[in-house]
């Protein structure tokens, strides 16, 4: 079948109305765009006939997750640690660091990785979980490979701004660069594949859901098996505040024999955009604070807390085997639509930049693998230990610049008011962590200058 018809035959051959005006390299680019599109699956998601979840119907099984919370935690900490120090000594631990969002609601017309957010340094988003990579691997004498997964929008940026930073730190060959898969934006309305120029399809990134594909894909999943990887510690970019490969929940994660594990914090309020970690049927799921109705968010317990409090906040735990034995199921994760605002030419090929709404992403998220771990395992933390995401622009309620660098401030004066040290309320303070990578560390670090400053005195 030609191409016109395989178009036609999905209602999608206004695709070719400006073929005829392109040169001879961009039309050889554009007809592979075409080549990578399922059709078959994209006019089955138009058209609501690919199966998809109804989550208001899920919620209403839900119930709160089974997690370790608290004392549990307290209590089994120094064995956890024990377990997950280990298995990163042996060189058992990789990293995956998410990295495919650009910095549009930061007013940042660059990948968001490169986000300037160090509270005195101006340190990168990549800097700052290298640097704390770098720290980890000094402080266990190991190597630890770092997967980067980009989109088709931040790639080559991403893979310049390595480039040029050496790498930030890491060595050549513990940086792994790759893309992830992509799909068509579609017109909410009628269905149709929107172009963002005469060449080009308006793409947008397949989600976190299509880590799996990509890692299979690109040949991370083999890599990591040749290392000896045994366990991969999953990190988005955009929370600064997430510990690297933390020996306590690989320890958690390993004595429990989990599959998939998911570090979650309290939620701050009913309706905060984090997914709702839940117990449906016995499995551990996530519903994304989207499909979750008020009703169910607000809903309360006996003590009048929050009945559904376990907020996701992207930071897992996989076994390298589990991701290899579900390459194939990953491709049947459910597509989550979201309703966007997508520039697009019209007809007559002007471009068009609509003020509201106009079109459908569809995504798949990394957390819709819960279903298929036969054990997953549900970690509680403190969010102000372990998040603390910028996702908007300055002046928005929450979740910005300001925001997260306050936190990583106040972090850093609280490790060194532990140690001893005191500080006057106004004075900022960043703790890079080749000095000291936790409160452990700085109590250490500054208990040795006390020490050597107590003997040079007496000398």
């Not at 549009?104 to 101006?122: A, C, E, N, V, Y």
């Not at 510690?233 to 505040?241: A, E, G, I, K």
């Not at 897992?316 to 589990?322: D, G, N, P, S, T």
């Not at 579900?326 to 003020?355: E, I, N, Q, T, W």
Request: aromatic share 6%; charged share 25%.
């Amino acid at each position: 079948m030609s191409a016109l018809a395989t178009l036609a035959s999905f209602q999608q051959d206004h695709l070719l109305q400006f073929a005829a005006q392109l040169e001879r390299d961009e039309l050889a680019a554009f007809e592979q765009q075409l080549a990578d599109i399922d059709f078959e699956l994209l006019h089955r998601l138009t058209k609501d006939e690919e199966a998809t979840v109804d989550w208001a119907a899920l919620a209403t099984r839900a119930e709160p997750p089974i997690a370790v919370r608290g004392a549990e935690v307290d209590k089994n900490r120094d064995r956890a640690i024990e377990v997950g120090e280990a298995a990163i000594r042996s060189g058992r631990v990789g990293m995956i660091l998410v990295a495919g969002g650009q910095g549009t609601r930061l007013g940042f017309d660059q990948p968001k990785g490169l986000f300037p957010i160090g509270p005195l340094s101006d340190r990168t988003l990549f800097q700052m979980h290298c640097d704390r990579l770098l720290a980890v691997m000094q402080r266990y004498g190991v190597a630890i490979p770092l997967y980067v997964m980009t989109s088709p929008a931040t790639d080559q940026e991403t893979r310049e701004y390595f480039s040029k930073n050496d790498r930030c730190g890491l060595d050549e060959d513990l940086l792994t660069i790759f893309c992830q898969g992509s799909m068509p934006a579609v017109d909410a309305e009628s269905g149709k594949v929107l172009m963002a120029s005469k060449s080009e399809i308006a793409l947008s990134p397949d989600g976190h859901g299509g880590l799996v594909a990509a890692l299979h894909k690109r040949g991370c999943l083999n890599d990591a098996r040749a290392r000896g990887i045994e366990h991969f510690y999953y990190v988005q970019v955009d929370n600064p505040m997430a510990r690297i490969c933390e020996p306590e929940l690989i320890g958690f994660h390993i004595l429990s024999e989990s599959q998939m594990t998911t570090q979650v914090v309290k939620k701050r309020f009913a309706k905060e955009k984090v997914g709702n970690v839940v117990q449906i049927d016995g499995k551990t799921q996530i519903i994304e604070y989207s499909d979750l109705p008020d009703e169910i968010a607000e809903a309360t317990d006996s003590q009048g807390e929050l009945k559904f409090w376990a907020g996701n906040i992207a930071i897992h735990v996989f076994q390298r085997e589990f991701l290899e034995s579900v390459v194939d199921s990953a491709d049947g994760l459910p597509f989550h639509r979201a309703h966007k605002a997508v520039a697009h030419l019209d007809a007559s090929g002007l471009l068009v930049k609509p003020a509201g709404p106009n079109a459908i992403k569809f995504e798949r998220f990394i957390f819709d693998l819960l279903p298929l771990a036969d054990t997953a395992m549900v970690v509680e933390a403190d969010a102000a230990d372990v998040f603390a995401p910028v996702k908007n622009a300055d002046g928005a309620a929450v979740d910005t610049p300001a925001h997260t660098k306050a936190a990583i401030v106040a972090q850093h004066r609280s490790w060194l008011q532990q140690a001893g040290v005191k500080i006057p309320p106004d004075v900022q303070v960043e703790i890079h962590p080749s000095w000291a990578l936790d409160a452990t560390e700085v109590r250490a670090k500054v208990q040795s200058e006390l020490k050597i400053e107590a003997d040079t005195y007496l000398r």
